[in-house]
């Protein structure tokens, strides 16, 4: 049973950075995504960034036009995490972020297509 706990959210100024993290366990599959998503109140769910491991390799990145050039997501096997840089934050970004599992999904930064969940970690980004 997959089970995810992101951490690392918190209050940062525009322009600042932040990292978030999520630590994975309980998963077997040698090919899975782990994908980055945020909501805000009354807003769908959006896909940020999901990346696509291969055994232990890296085998591919995807992120949402909105942040590209300024979120990174990466991935430590040692650990079983993976990581989302955040610099250059604006108000905007402000938002419950999730870190979500799939082994296949249709669309990497669909939230529909995703099958584990983490409880959330809340950034807040003032101006």
């Known amino acids: 049973q997959v089970q995810l706990v992101e951490s690392g959210g918190g209050s940062v100024q525009a322009g600042g950075s932040l990292r978030l993290s999520c630590a994975a366990s309980?998963?077997?599959?040698?090919?899975?995504?782990m994908g980055w998503f945020r909501q805000v109140p009354g807003k769908e769910r959006e896909g940020v960034a999901a990346?696509?491991?291969?055994?232990?390799?890296?085998?591919?990145?995807y992120y949402a036009d909105s942040v590209k050039g300024r979120f990174t997501v990466s991935r430590d096997n040692g650990k079983n995490a993976n990581y989302l840089q955040m610099i250059n934050v604006s108000p905007e970004d402000s938002a419950m972020y999730y870190c979500?599992?799939?082994?296949?999904?249709?669309?990497?930064?669909?939230?529909?297509?995703?099958?584990?969940w983490g409880q959330g970690t809340q950034v807040t980004v003032s101006s």
């Open positions: 979500a599992y799939s082994v296949r999904p249709a669309r990497p930064l669909s939230p529909a297509d995703y099958d584990v």
């Open positions: 990346i696509v491991t291969f055994y232990t390799v890296t085998a591919r990145i």
């Open positions: 309980g998963y077997t599959d040698s090919t899975y995504y």
